[in-house]
């Protein structure tokens, strides 16, 4: 969810301060403002944009994953945030890491809250950090959590470099397909029918095969990608961006097998944010609230938003969960088992450690095939195109 930044006044009299919400648009945002008896006085803009334009001229942002892999074992060793992150900022030879120690440590001796802070860092950390910091500032297990964390993002980073690892040679062979492709329909197959329009014969049907394809490409080329364009914001003009943004949710989840993914992706991310929580003893209630923001997917939060009204209305977690079409089968019987033996929260971490695995070996499965698929798709384009030339000589040669 985006988040606004503002300058804002108290009401009923006071010094300015910089508020930042999460809100859909900037109408919720001032709704939300206006509700913690705050009047806005300058808007600062929506998080994220400034670091990104920063980055285009050479700013470099801090690297979340490796801010907290130094914090964590500082703070679980017993030294206060406050030291730990003078040390960070002193240690550490990046001077976009110095600036964020130095940024942060300043910010505690103004007296502002350790998660604020991280709220008013935009993308550098993932949108659910400052919530679960939060919940470690106000439960007193600030160490434990952001072990957890540390945990969390190395395994996510992981994923991540294994991804991009993996995704290069089949990157470059596709590009090197669409390039071969677009350069034989393009240029080498108009230049070959030019052979028949001098001869003053009239093309036979595997040449006129080949320069339809050749037609095709060559407005394709920048008429596809300008109508996919118009048709995105269009249809967004047309639905209105919170409905867009459910309907491209929807969408994104039904996608053969990469739908899927991403359902594995979101809920492992849900149950895992769940097991840190429990673990540190944080309220049922709060858990679960934070848990939800944790999600992207509108669709995938959109069928939890019924999980704190059960646990409200005196329902276990495990009942809480059952029938839930996203989650994995038998894990609302794993949580029972967990409640009765006072173990939930080493039964969701041993859960989302089984989902992501799962993830891993199906996105490995995945990179593995595209990279096949891509070159047998090129064979069968040069084989079109050697074929219908071939076919074409021949009928060249035949005699009248």
Same mark, same amino acid.
């Given at each position: 969810?985006?988040?606004?930044?503002?300058?804002?006044?108290?009401?009923?009299?006071?010094?300015?301060?910089?508020?930042?919400?999460?809100?859909?648009?900037?109408?919720?945002?001032?709704?939300?403002?206006?509700?913690?008896?705050?009047?806005?006085?300058?808007?600062?803009?929506?998080?994220?944009?400034?670091?990104?334009?920063?980055?285009?001229?050479?700013?470099?942002?801090?690297?979340?994953?490796?801010?907290?892999?130094?914090?964590?074992?500082?703070?679980?060793?017993?030294?206060?945030?406050?030291?730990?992150?003078?040390?960070?900022?002193?240690?550490?030879?990046?001077?976009?890491?110095?600036?964020?120690?130095?940024?942060?440590?300043?910010?505690?001796?103004?007296?502002?809250?350790?998660?604020?802070?991280?709220?008013?860092?935009?993308?550098?950390?993932?949108?659910?950090?400052?919530?679960?910091?939060?919940?470690?500032?106000?439960?007193?297990?600030?160490?434990?959590?952001?072990?957890?964390?540390?945990?969390?993002?190395?395994?996510?980073?992981?994923?991540?470099?294994?991804?991009?690892?993996?995704?290069?040679?089949?990157?470059?062979?596709?590009?090197?397909?669409?390039?071969?492709?677009?350069?034989?329909?393009?240029?080498?197959?108009?230049?070959?029918?030019?052979?028949?329009?001098?001869?003053?014969?009239?093309?036979? $049907?595997?040449?006129?095969?080949?320069?339809?394809? /050749?037609?095709? !490409?060559?407005?394709?080329?920048? +008429?596809? *990608?300008?109508? &996919?364009?118009?048709?995105?914001?269009?249809?967004?003009?047309?639905?209105?961006?919170?409905?867009?943004?459910?309907?491209?949710?929807?969408?994104?989840?039904?996608?053969?097998?990469?739908?899927?993914?991403?359902?594995?992706?979101?809920?492992?991310?849900?149950?895992?944010?769940?097991?840190?929580?429990?673990?540190?003893?944080?309220?049922?209630?709060?858990?679960?609230?934070?848990?939800?923001?944790?999600?992207?997917?509108?669709?995938?939060?959109?069928?939890?938003?019924?999980?704190? $009204?059960?646990?409200?209305?005196?329902?276990?977690? /495990?009942?809480? !969960?059952?029938?839930?079409?996203? +989650?994995? *089968?038998?894990? &609302?019987?794993?949580?029972?088992?967990?409640?009765?033996?006072?173990?939930?929260?080493?039964?969701?971490?041993?859960?989302?450690?089984?989902?992501?695995?799962?993830?891993?070996?199906?996105?490995?499965?995945?990179?593995?095939?595209?990279?096949?698929?891509?070159?047998?798709?090129?064979?069968?384009?040069?084989?079109?195109?050697?074929?219908?030339?071939?076919?074409?000589?021949?009928?060249?040669?035949?005699?009248?």
């Amino acid at each position: 969810m985006p988040r606004y930044k503002y300058i804002a006044v108290p009401v009923n009299g006071g010094e300015q301060r910089e508020m930042i919400l999460e809100a859909d648009n900037t109408a919720e945002a001032l709704s939300k403002l206006r509700s913690c008896f705050m009047t806005p006085v300058r808007y600062l803009g929506e998080e994220g944009g400034a670091s990104f334009g920063l980055a285009l001229f050479g700013h470099k942002r801090a690297d979340g994953y490796e801010f907290t892999s130094q914090l964590a074992p500082l703070l679980s060793a017993n030294i206060p945030l406050e030291r730990a992150l003078a040390i960070i900022a002193e240690s550490s030879s990046d001077e976009a890491m110095r600036e964020l120690g130095l940024s942060l440590r300043q910010g505690l001796h103004e007296g502002k809250k350790f998660s604020d802070l991280i709220r008013s860092c935009g993308n550098t950390f993932p949108s659910f950090y400052p919530n679960l910091i939060e919940t470690g500032e106000e439960t007193g297990c600030l160490p434990e959590v952001t072990e957890e964390l540390r945990r969390f993002m190395s395994e996510s980073k992981e994923t991540r470099d294994f991804i991009i690892s993996s995704s290069i040679y089949p990157s470059v062979v596709l590009g090197i397909t669409v390039v071969v492709v677009i350069v034989m329909f393009t240029i080498f197959v108009p230049r070959f029918a030019v052979i028949f329009s001098d001869m003053g014969r009239e093309q036979p $049907p595997p040449m006129v095969f080949l320069m339809t394809m /050749s037609t095709v !490409l060559s407005h394709a080329c920048w +008429l596809v *990608p300008l109508c &996919a364009a118009g048709a995105w914001f269009g249809a967004k003009a047309y639905m209105g961006a919170a409905q867009f943004r459910e309907w491209r949710s929807a969408l994104l989840t039904r996608i053969p097998v990469f739908g899927k993914i991403l359902v594995e992706v979101e809920v492992g991310r849900f149950i895992r944010t769940l097991a840190i929580l429990i673990s540190n003893h944080v309220d049922i209630i709060k858990t679960v609230r934070i848990s939800e923001k944790v999600i992207q997917n509108q669709v995938i939060r959109d069928s939890f938003s019924t999980l704190e $009204p059960k646990l409200r209305g005196g329902e276990k977690l /495990s009942a809480a !969960l059952a029938g839930n079409a996203f +989650l994995p *089968p038998g894990l &609302a019987s794993k949580v029972r088992v967990g409640e009765e033996s006072s173990s939930v929260g080493p039964m969701l971490t041993r859960s989302a450690e089984h989902l992501e695995e799962g993830t891993r070996r199906k996105i490995k499965r995945l990179l593995s095939l595209f990279e096949p698929v891509v070159i047998v798709f090129l064979a069968l384009m040069v084989l079109v195109v050697v074929v219908s030339i071939f076919l074409a000589i021949m009928e060249i040669n035949q005699v009248d």
